[in-house]
């Protein structure tokens, strides 16, 4: 059964940082992804990296600010987010892309102005 866990949000500033992990558990997969959702939207593509992490993709809103990374050996996605702005509040989740796992609860992401 895969899980997803993650971790690392919080009430930040406007141009502040924060750096989200996302645990999954019960096999890799190719492309993992950052998604983000806001109260009354659909959940929302941010980035995607494939599993050697030469190949990475941005939604245009994030793109320049947003880093995503893995590390294989742990099992690990990481999202730093830099720069961050008020539209930037939303859950972040983690799941493979497309997402055909399971999802995780989410982490809370608050940028105040």
């Known amino acids: 059964q895969v899980q997803h866990v993650e971790s690392g949000g919080g009430l930040v500033q406007t141009g502040g940082s924060l750096r989200l992990t996302c645990a999954r558990s019960g096999g890799a997969t190719y492309f993992m992804g950052w998604f983000r959702q806001t109260p009354g939207n659909e959940r929302s593509l941010v980035a995607n990296?494939?599993?050697?992490?030469?190949?990475?993709h941005y939604t245009s809103a994030v793109k320049g600010r947003f880093t995503i990374s893995r590390d294989n050996a742990k099992n690990y996605v990481y999202l730093q987010m830099n720069s961050l702005k008020p539209d930037d509040t939303a859950v972040y989740y983690c799941n493979s892309f497309p997402p055909e796992d399971p999802w995780g609860q989410g982490t809370q992401v608050t940028v105040s102005s």
């Open positions: 990296i494939n599993y050697m992490g030469d190949v990475t």
